[in-house]
C-alpha cells in the first residue's frame, strides 16, 4: 500500500467530498490520501482548513509540499490528472464543455442542498426565511428537471465528472432531504441512480446513517 503523502481535509457527509472520495476510489488513487475529519460549518469555521482555505470549505487537499487545493472541482482536475486510465473530466472539445455543465449542475443541486441543511438545523426557527428556503428548493427541483429531461443518455454512458457530481448530489437530497421525494417527478434519474449507488465507490461513500 502506497505511503499517504497527501491529506484531504473532509466530513463524510459532505456531497463536495463525496465526490473527490468517488473519483479517488474510481481511478485506484485512495490510498494516496490520509484523511483529516473536520466539521466546519458557516458558524464554526475549522482552523486546520481555514489555515489552507480561507474561505473555509471542505474539502481542501494539502500535498506534500505544503500547498492546499481546494475546491472540489480543482481537487477532482488535479486527481483527473494522475492516473493512467481514461481520464472522468474530457480534456477538450465539446464533451468537456457539457460534463462539466452537467457537474455543475449537480454542484448547484448540492448548494442549495447544503443551504437548506443549515437554515433548517443551524438557524434558530424564528429566524428562518421561508420563501428563500423555497427558492433553494425550487432550484434543485428545476435542475433535477432538466437532468430527467435531456441527461439521462449522458449520464449513462460514463461514470465519469458529470455522472459522479449527479450521483453525490442525489446521494445527498436521499440523506437530509428525504421530505423532497425527488424520485416521485423524475423516474429516469431513480432508475439510473438505483444502478450507478451500487458501485463500490458509491457504496464505499455512503453518509453515516
Ligand atoms: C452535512 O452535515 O449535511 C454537511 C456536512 C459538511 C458539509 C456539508 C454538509
Known sequence: MPMSTMTLFHNPASPFVRKVRVLLL???QQDRVALHACMPTPVT?????VQGNPVGKIPALRLADGSVLHDSRVILDYFDHQHVGNPLIPRDGSARWRRLTLASMADGIMDAAVLV????ALRPVEKHWDQWLDEQRNKIRRTLAELEADAIAELTSHFDVAAISVACALGYLDFRHPDMQWR????????????VSQRPSMQQTQPPV
Open 117 to 120: 441543511r443549515y437554515e433548517s
Open 45 to 49: 469555521p475549522d482552523s486546520h482548513v
Open 26 to 28: 474510481e481511478t485506484g
Open 184 to 195: 416521485l417527478d423524475n423516474p429516469k434519474l431513480a432508475a439510473w441512480y438505483a444502478e
